[in-house]
């Protein structure tokens, strides 16, 4: 079993700012990502609710995974681009089959 | 690029225990956490299925960032409070960006 | 607070074949899995896009903890049942409650 080590990186925020998540990892070189929908949270930075009538305010999880280089690309531009808006950012380690593409 | 180490904590349980979990983590003075819906699943204590039409079953995974200890009080507590429910609870490390709040 | 370490498998894939991922897990012996709907991705092998009307290209995230060796057998099984679907399959370590089953 090929297993390669990568960064897992996690971004909740609100789905409005989705398209904007999605463009930046594009810029960075990923080559996809994942959308978990149907995200609610809490925070400091105030109550953000999932499934209000216009889902505006619906959150989503966006994960890619990448090499550490393109990780800390994408972070560096995840705190610029969502500097403003209520989010989450994790980073982990994972590792992922030998033929996937990352 | 800044990152701090913390504890991620993954609650799955059934969406009924929902305030519970909020609660304990309010109690054990984590700043926010993160809901996601559409959650089945099936384990060791039965069948747990998403979409029923009265969505009592309905799962859902309960994400709370924290540090160490913090993260050993939840756990304490998710045991206590969950006991006879059904639950995965799983902990794991991951880093989270210099500016957030956990 | 006792902890026990174990794998977790993380499995995003279209939604049709959630039954062929489910028979495997089983006939690996793992104790149960956790299935996350509303999933959306995009990807080197095609834009996967989660709401169409028929449901067919919903995507769904699969998550089983499982000791290191039957994880690796989950593994070998993922990449012959999913060998030619659109896939994601992230390993990563994590810690498990005592009590808990897996």
Redesign the interface.
Same mark, same amino acid.
């Given at each position: !079993?090929d297993?390669y080590h990568k960064k897992?990186i996690e971004i #909740?925020t609100d789905a409005a700012a989705l398209n904007d998540v999605?463009q930046l990892i594009k810029r960075c070189g990923a080559?996809?990502?994942? #959308?978990?929908? +149907? #995200?609610? +949270?809490? +925070?400091?930075r105030g109550v953000r609710v999932?499934?209000d009538i216009f889902g505006v305010f619906e959150?989503v !999880?966006v994960i890619v995974?990448a090499e550490k280089s393109m990780a800390?690309r994408i972070?560096?531009e995840? !705190?610029q681009v969502l500097e403003a808006r209520p989010? !989450?950012?994790?980073?982990? =380690? #994972?590792?992922?089959?030998r =033929? =996937?593409?990352f």
């Open positions: !079993m297993l897992k #909740v999605a080559s996809g990502y994942t #959308v978990i929908k +149907g #995200v609610a +949270g809490q +925070g400091s999932s499934g959150n !999880m995974v800390e972070l560096s995840v !705190m989010r !989450m950012v994790l980073v982990s =380690d #994972v590792e992922v089959l =033929d =996937d593409h």
